[in-house]
Antibody, heavy 118, light 105 residues
């Protein structure tokens, strides 16, 4: 089955670090960019950035550049989204998604809820 | 940066036609994609490249794009179509519209 499976929900304190994951299976992982999308509670979708799993090249939305890091390990068909110092405003659902033709998403992970609270 | 504008909400009776619009400067020159998101679920693409439908998406879902407006049309609306709908384009990076909540009366 073609799927993206994300890591489980996280509860963290402000200032802590975090890495969440997105594992692809059932397809050639290196052939498709993986993007990360944020959805804050009750709000819309926001694109954060993406990674080319074949060479780990990544780029970011200006809104998220410098705030998060996207990385990957093609040997285990997994992409990551990480924070070095979380803020309460990072509380959200985070989705990973596979891109087709570079810019639309045909496959989504189930989402990872991140809660940041003191 | 490029902005996509969607009406916050659209209401339609079952069996009628819903039109959800997405406005953007010369959006007709871009490829527009549409996603459906039901509560607690990940988005699902319903139309890509303006008017193409992925396999498994009913023919009731169609799209068009011209000038400054792209439109997602849902014919013969069913209760199960109630969801948030987002348009999306690529303009140096991925841009999403703010979303439209479709309510089936």
């Amino acid at each position: 089955e073609v799927q993206l499976v994300q890591s489980g929900a996280e509860v963290k304190k402000p200032g802590e670090s975090l890495r969440i994951s997105c594992k692809g299976s059932g397809y050639s992982f290196s052939n498709y960019w993986i993007s990360w999308v944020r959805q804050m509670p009750g709000k819309g979708l926001e694109w954060m950035g993406r990674i080319d799993p074949s060479d780990s090249y990544s780029n970011y939305s200006p809104s998220f550049q410098g705030h998060v890091t996207i990385s990957g390990d093609k040997s285990i068909t997994t992409a990551y989204l990480q924070w070095s110092s979380l803020k309460a405003s990072d509380t959200a659902m985070y989705f990973c998604a596979r891109a087709r033709s570079g810019d639309w998403f045909d496959l989504w992970g189930q989402g990872t809820v991140v809660t940041v609270s003191s | 940066s490029y902005v996509l504008t969607q009406s916050p909400s659209v209401s339609v009776a079952p069996g009628q036609t819903a039109k959800i619009t997405c406005g953007g400067n010369n959006i007709g020159s871009k490829s527009v994609h549409w996603y459906q998101q039901k509560p607690g679920q990940a988005p699902v693409v319903v139309v890509y490249d303006d008017s193409d439908r992925p396999s498994g998406i009913p023919e009731r879902f169609s799209g068009s794009n011209s000038g400054n407006t792209a439109t997602l049309t849902i014919s013969r609306v069913e209760a199960g179509d109630e969801a948030d709908y987002y348009c999306q384009v690529w303009d140096s990076w991925v841009v999403f519209g703010g979303g439209t909540k479709l309510t089936v009366l």
